[in-house]
């Protein structure tokens, strides 16, 4: 018996986040704005992610690029290196930084007392092509408290920073 609740309360403790993401630089959208017959050449570079992570991340975004440019009907091609692309995304990922002073509290208080959190500017993507350069910001929104525990399946179903990037991808691709 102490063992089950002790499983219990190890996890309660873990699931009492749920996440989302807020976009910023993105243009309003514009049906009428569509690219025909494109071609794109492209390269990114990630910077901030830990060792380990790195080469995990490149392949996500590198998937994620390709998957947009097919559904935007674009010929697409990764690029070796950056002077041979026509588009270049730098990633650049800020990290946690670890937790906010009010996150300690509200796991202090194990997760009675509620607490949210935006990490400005967690991921920040700039595009740039021979003519055009852009950045986008992704902020990351975090709400704790030990009655978001039923709900930390949100997590799985709600938005991700690689469905930004692909929104960041098209928004630049038919905006420039």
């Keep these: ?3 089950a609740l002790l499983l219990l309360l190890i996890l309660g403790m873990q699931g009492c986040t749920v996440v989302h993401y807020n976009s910023h630089g993105l243009s309003k959208p514009s049906s009428s704005l569509t690219k025909k017959n ?3 050449s492209y390269f990114i570079e990630a910077v901030g ?3 380990e992570r790195t ?3 490149l392949s996500q975004y590198n998937q994620t690029a390709k998957e947009t440019f097919d559904a935007l009907g674009c010929n697409n091609k990764l ?3 950056s002077a041979a692309a026509d588009l270049v ?3 650049n ?3 946690h930084g670890g937790a906010a002073g009010q996150e300690y509290l509200t796991g202090l208080s194990l997760g009675i007392i509620p607490s949210w959190f935006t990490r400005e500017s967690m991921y920040t993507y700039t595009v740039s092509s021979q003519a055009n350069s852009k950045t986008y910001n992704l902020d990351h929104v975090s709400y704790n ?3 978001l525990f039923p709900l930390i399946w949100l997590n799985l179903l709600t938005d991700s920073e690689q469905e930004h990037f692909s929104s960041v991808l098209t928004d630049f691709i038919k905006n420039t």
């Design 93 to 95: 990922y800020k990290g």
């Design 38 to 40: 494109c071609e794109v």
């Design 79 to 81: 690029a070796s290196e």
């Design 49 to 51: 992610f830990h060792k």
């Design 55 to 57: 080469q995990k991340t």
């Design 1 to 3: 018996m102490k063992k």
């Design 145 to 147: 408290h030990l009655i």
């Design 89 to 91: 995304v730098l990633v």
